[in-house]
């Protein structure tokens, strides 16, 4: 279901949205939030909220690893987008769940229409490290519908 509204959409981001995502800020067009739902501090296994604002997304990126590795996303409220390189945008709703492997290159993020939240979990592997690229091309982020 899309949420133009962010106070609708609060009501059903079940997990909050949390604070301004500004640690990673400059790999993202639009503003994003986190909320971290474990301790990975202490050794927990990393378990984020991400949460987009309409039209928000990430820059072009990869997770790698030596072994293992990857992320997987849960899709929670709202609408967004995913797409691995070379393959056509997929849409993302409540429900979702996208595994990626180390070493795809991708992006995520809302719709331009929609607040959009998934839970975001690094699977676990030997020097996980996450690589940044350039921004999505905003005219084809604005061919998706």
Not at 120 to 130: D, I, K, Q
Request: aromatic share 14%.
């Amino acid at each position: 279901m899309k949420y133009r509204n962010r106070e609708d959409f609060e009501k059903r981001n079940m997990f909050g949205t949390g604070q301004p995502n500004t640690g990673y800020a400059k790999y993202f067009i639009g503003e994003s939030f986190l909320n971290p739902l474990t301790d990975f501090r202490a050794g927990e296994l990393p378990l984020f909220n991400v949460t987009f604002e309409p039209g928000c997304r990430n820059n072009w990126h990869t997770h790698l690893a030596d072994s293992g590795g990857g992320q997987i996303l849960i899709c929670t409220a709202g609408e967004g987008w995913y797409q691995a390189e070379g393959e056509p945008a997929a849409g993302l709703k409540e429900g979702s769940v996208v595994v990626i492997p180390a070493g795809v290159r991708h992006w995520h993020g809302a719709k331009k229409d929609s607040w959009f939240s998934h839970i975001a979990l690094e699977v676990p592997g030997e020097n996980c490290r996450t690589e940044w690229f350039e921004p999505l091309d905003d005219e084809l982020y604005a061919q998706l519908d």
